[in-house]
């Protein structure tokens, strides 16, 4: 089992931008589908929210409402990284971070924003916007 270490969280104020990296080790390549889910404060795991998702087989990216026309998603498959550009930063992006790898049905099947598709988590990056 390979895993994946994210990166790039920090402090911010409201209408900044931030880069977040999820490198995968112990991958021959990065998984097919993968997911950026975020965690709010004051919520549980299992509450985690898929916001965004790549499909490495079609090259579909997937975005929740809340981050659409803010968030980019992209990977790196020489290095084996997922990114994820997140501009107009607003208070309520505030969370930890995750990125996850699911099978490639996950993908396909809609699905790519629920958790209870991932088989591998990263540790979480924290991320804080302020007013």
């Known amino acids: 089992q390979g895993q994946l270490v994210e990166s790039g969280g920090g402090s911010v104020q409201a209408g900044g931008s931030l880069r977040l990296s999820c490198a995968a080790s112990?991958?021959?390549?990065?998984?097919?589908?993968m997911t950026w889910f975020r965690q709010a404060p004051q919520k549980e795991r299992d509450e985690r929210e898929g916001?965004?998702?790549?499909?490495?087989?079609?090259?579909?990216?997937y975005y929740a409402d809340s981050v659409k026309g803010r968030f980019t998603i992209s990977r790196d498959k020489t290095t084996k990284t997922l990114f994820l550009q997140m501009d107009s930063l607003k208070p309520e992006d505030t969370g930890m971070y995750y990125c996850?790898?699911?099978?490639?049905?996950?993908?396909?099947?809609?699905?790519?924003?629920?958790?209870?598709?991932?088989?591998?988590w990263g540790q979480g990056t924290q991320v804080t916007v302020s007013s």
């Open positions: 996850a790898a699911s099978a490639p049905y996950a993908c396909y099947s809609g699905s790519w924003f629920q958790t209870s598709r991932v088989n591998s």
């Open positions: 112990g991958y021959s390549s990065l998984p097919a589908c």
């Open positions: 916001i965004a998702g790549s499909n490495r087989i079609n090259g579909a990216a």
